[in-house]
């Protein structure tokens, strides 16, 4: 293996920690009261801040030079990808167990079910199109393609803001830094 893709590994695999973490806890009966929210309220977590992360390689390397993120962007993307499917499928299996009928009916009746889907749809061709032969078969179209991630951020915030009851603190302070990547980007 060459170091650059043993660096990715390490990468990868440091960036699952918060699930080995969420693992050791579910199986130590560590999770509270409620195991299937605490996971879904974690990997949800984990997904947003990851893909912010994400967004944020680009700006961070323009306005401070600091480019030592620049080589794991697409691993923090498959990374969010991850966290966001083990939140998506705790909700298939663990919260609505594969019932396809309630699902459906959640996801076009729940407003913040279907931004959440929403931002999971965006993210779905963003990971299948994350390889090299897929960058090389898209050639410029890749980059528009990849404009994706701002909708599967933005999608996500807004899940974030639209299922807490009242504090609004959280998806308040998500939205900023949200705010700030994208108009890093439109003043770029
Ligand atoms: C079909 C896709 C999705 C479904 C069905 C879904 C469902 C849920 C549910 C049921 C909750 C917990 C609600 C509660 O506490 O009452 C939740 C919370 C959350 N989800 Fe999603 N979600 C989806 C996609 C996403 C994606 C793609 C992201 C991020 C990229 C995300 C980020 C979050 C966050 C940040 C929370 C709040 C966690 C907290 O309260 O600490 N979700 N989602």
Do not use: C
């Amino acid at each position: 293996m060459s170091s650059k893709s043993f660096k990715q590994l390490l990468a990868y695999s440091i960036g699952l920690i918060p699930a080995a973490v969420l693992v050791a806890r579910l199986l130590g009966d560590d999770l509270g009261a409620n195991p299937i929210e605490e996971v879904t309220h974690e990997t949800g977590e984990w997904a947003l801040r990851l893909l912010l992360l994400t967004l944020a390689v680009s700006p961070l390397r323009k306005l401070t030079g600091w480019n030592a993120l620049a080589p794991y962007r697409r691993t923090l993307g498959l990374l969010a990808f991850t966290y966001a499917s083990l939140h998506f499928t705790t909700w298939l299996a663990l919260d609505h167990f594969f019932d396809w009928q309630a699902i459906v009916e959640d996801v076009f009746e729940r407003p913040y079910i279907t931004a959440g889907f929403t931002a999971f749809a965006s993210l779905v061709p963003l990971a299948v199109t994350s390889t090299r032969g897929w960058i090389r078969r898209l050639g410029k179209n890749w980059a528009t393609l990849h404009k994706l991630s701002y909708l599967a951020a933005t999608a996500a915030v807004v899940h974030y803001w639209w299922l807490v009851k009242s504090d609004v603190t959280e998806p308040r302070y998500y939205a900023a830094v949200l705010a700030v990547l994208l108009a890093s980007r439109l003043l770029r």
